[in-house]
């Protein structure tokens, strides 16, 4: 079975974009490089679960991440998803594989002095753009609001939003987070200042 009915596949019917597709055929090419290196073993639908897991030895001790060998596990799984859908196999050889153990990434928080740093006038323009970014960066900050829903806040219905966060909010923080909304609700102040643009 050749590998460019898989990247057609990807392409077309999976709408996969060009660098996606371009993942996939690089983490199948190494798997069959290997495959004819180090077991003589062609084509790549041979491979069985215990070649897989040579592989997978053979990446983790060459000093790949975890993760990213997990990647190219993935792009392998899914040629074999791929053959098993067009009856070319009758089994997945990773059927029964378990992905390798990654870290969590931990993200830190910003301290308050450098929210304020960052918060800074001298960061921004006086204008429309200057104000708008600096009012989006401290309402991230200040309500943990998540992308989707600062997309679709409207300026005729900001301030509404803001009291059905600070109600959800209240519940399990301080009071501290009342006075930062009150505080984020003034902006009108300074957006009146300048011409608002809806679409933004």
């Known amino acids: ?11 077309v019917e999976k709408n996969y974009s060009p660098n996606t597709v371009q993942a996939y ?8 490089k290997y495959l004819v290196d180090e ?12 070649h897989i897991r040579s592989w997978i030895v ?11 060998v997990n990647r190219k596990i993935t792009s392998l799984n899914s040629y074999f ?3 098993l859908k067009i009856d070319f196999i009758n089994e997945n050889p990773l059927v029964n594989h378990k992905a390798l153990k990654t870290q969590k990434k931990i993200q830190l928080p910003f301290s308050e002095s450098e929210m304020f740093a960052a918060l800074s006038s001298d960061n921004f323009e006086n204008s429309f ?3 708008r970014d600096r009012f989006i960066i401290d309402l991230f900050y200040t309500t943990g609001i998540r992308r989707i829903e600062l997309i679709q806040i409207k300026s005729k219905n900001y301030l509404s939003f803001f ?3 600070q109600k959800i909010h209240s519940q ?3 009071a501290v987070v009342v006075i930062r909304i009150a505080k984020l609700a003034n902006v009108s102040g300074a957006l009146s200042k300048v011409v608002i643009n809806e679409s933004w």
């Open 172 to 174: 399990n923080t301080n």
């Open 129 to 131: 753009t200057g104000v």
């Open 25 to 32: 055929r690089n983490d199948l090419n190494v798997f069959n």
């Open 39 to 50: 077991h003589s073993l062609s084509p790549l639908t041979d491979a069985n679960y215990s």
């Open 1 to 11: 079975m050749s590998l460019d009915s898989f990247f057609d596949y990807l392409e």
């Open 58 to 68: 053979s990446l983790v001790n060459n000093g790949l991440s975890n993760r990213s």
């Open 81 to 83: 998803k791929f053959l």
């Open 163 to 165: 009291l059905t966060k």
